[in-house]
């Protein structure tokens, strides 16, 4: 499984149709109007905020699929994107699974205690705090995926909750070579 099979698997018809004719602007040429409507998406991969450094960008490289697919997920709240040097990452967490599972107590377990943070290049605590609570998400029947992805300037992680059954083909099918799947 790539990312693109995954995104058929999670994404609805209409959000499908959405991120093609977005990302078919930008092959047929209508870089204006890519810029125009995925501006935050491009802002957070590419971190450019005018539409001249966006053409400069593209006349120098092109706009990988699969990360700019992550990115209109995340935008869309299908994940969250995790920084590669953040700090104080709970709240962000615990945000995103209120989305997600409907249980206040299951949510207090994972609150309080030290701060979270993600460290690309040294020592952090995040992944560890997500297996942790992945431990505690299989009595909700649902798990954390995370990817990783170091392509532009900025490494970052993109975090998934899927139930367990999406999650085990995940985890046993993956092979796309433009984003990693971090075994948790």
């Known amino acids: 499984m790539d990312f693109e099979k995954l995104a058929q698997e999670i994404l609805s ?3 499908i149709k959405n991120l093609d004719d977005s990302w078919r ?5 209508g870089y204006e109007a890519f ?3 995925n501006i935050d998406i491009i802002s957070e991969i590419l971190f450019l905020d005018s539409y001249s450094d966006f053409l400069v960008f593209l006349k120098e490289g092109e706009l990988n699929r699969t990360i700019f697919m992550c990115a209109w997920m995340e935008k869309n709240e299908k994940c969250i994107e995790i920084g590669g040097y953040e ?3 709970q709240n962000k967490v615990v945000s995103y699974l209120a989305q997600k599972i409907d249980s206040a107590e299951f949510l207090d377990t994972i609150t309080g205690g030290k701060e979270i943070f993600s460290d690309f290049d040294g020592e952090d605590n995040f992944k560890d705090y997500i297996r942790n609570i992945n431990v505690q998400l299989v009595d909700q ?6 990817f990783f992805n ?3 300037v900025q490494c970052s992680y993109y975090l998934f909750l899927f139930d367990r059954t ?4 995940i985890t046993k099918e ?5 984003i990693e799947l971090v075994l948790l």
């Open 13 to 15: 018809a209409e959000e």
């Open 25 to 29: 602007l930008l092959e047929n040429e």
């Open 35 to 37: 810029f125009d409507i």
């Open 87 to 89: 700090d104080n990452i």
């Open 141 to 146: 029947g649902m798990q954390f995926i995370l």
């Open 150 to 152: 170091d392509i532009y």
């Open 166 to 169: 999406m999650a085990n083909k």
């Open 174 to 178: 993956w092979d796309d070579s433009d």
